[in-house]
């Protein structure tokens, strides 16, 4: 009643046994990856906010974000580009706190997942620290 399948299967060559023509990473390696590309970006607004309004604390966050992002790439320090001075403008720090805040906690969801407690709790600090800036920002602007 049914014809027999004449070509070979799409799938033939990932069956176990049989070579594969491109590399696999496992689980933990794609969610390195993909947590170092959270932490890379959350590291480039962190550089941003500090020219438009250096702080010991962003200072902080941007060497412990460099160093993970480091560990997570096997080594290769994250590029950086030289701080530029620049003129403190309230807005363009509002929209640079609410980036840096959804990319850390889009880096904590990925560290959670993974178990990387130091990670985690680095961006879990970041998501606060953003937050009372955001907070404060908000209150500036309703008391000025």
């Known amino acids: 009643?049914?014809?027999?399948?004449?070509t070979k299967s799409v799938h033939s060559s990932t069956m176990a046994g049989m070579p594969s023509d491109f590399p696999h990473r496992s689980r933990e390696e794609?969610?390195?990856?993909?947590?170092?590309?959270?932490?890379?970006?959350?590291?480039a607004v962190t550089d941003e906010l500090l020219a438009t309004e250096p702080s010991a604390d962003l200072d902080n966050a941007a060497a412990g974000l460099a160093q993970q992002v480091t560990r997570l790439r096997e080594g290769r320090t994250p590029v950086r580009p030289p701080l530029a001075t620049a003129l403190a403008e309230s807005r363009r720090a509002i929209v640079l706190h609410k980036r840096a805040h959804a990319l850390a906690?889009?880096?904590?969801?990925?560290?959670?997942?993974r178990a990387d407690t130091a990670t985690a709790i680095l961006a879990a600090q970041r998501m606060d620290a953003h937050a009372a800036a955001l907070a404060?920002?908000?209150e500036l602007s309703t008391a000025g």
Do not use: C, F, N, W
């Open 1 to 6: 009643m049914y014809e027999p399948i004449r």
């Open 30 to 43: 794609e969610l390195d990856i993909q947590l170092a590309g959270h932490l890379a970006a959350l590291l």
């Open 105 to 113: 906690g889009r880096a904590l969801l990925v560290a959670a997942s």
């Open 136 to 138: 404060e920002t908000k």
